[in-house]
């Protein structure tokens, strides 16, 4: 697929404010660091086509207006994925600019956590 100029700029932008984290370095964060929480910030029919099994939904549509709810503690660690880490570096900046102080964007999104092996639910 290819994106639109506009977008890019403002995915540069974001990923310039945000951290990203490589599919090992999340699989080892959910392991080893408790409530740390993945959120799939996909479109809900994309997250019925296929999720990670310990992501929750927060589609980038409803992400700022229901992150409060879901994560209160704007401490917690949360890494953001997407499909292929787009929308998840956009998310990633909008919660940054909630309060939230941990938050990742997963480089590649589903797609390389699918190439990497990540068992998903289908």
Known sequence: MTHAPGFLKLVEEARSQ?????VAAARERLAQQKGTVLV????ESEWAAGH????????????????????????????????GGFRSALAAES??????????????????????GWS???
């Open 95 to 116: 919660l940054q600019k909630m309060g939230y102080t941990r938050v990742l964007s997963l480089a590649g999104g589903f797609r390389a956590m699918n190439e990497a």
């Open 40 to 43: 799939d910030v996909r479109e």
């Open 52 to 83: 990670a099994p310990e992501a929750i939904s927060l589609g980038r549509g409803i992400l700022e207006r229901d992150v409060e709810g879901r994560i209160p503690d704007k401490d917690t660690e949360v890494i953001l994925y997407c499909g």
């Open 18 to 22: 945000a951290r990203e984290v490589t």
């Open 120 to 122: 998903m639910v289908r």
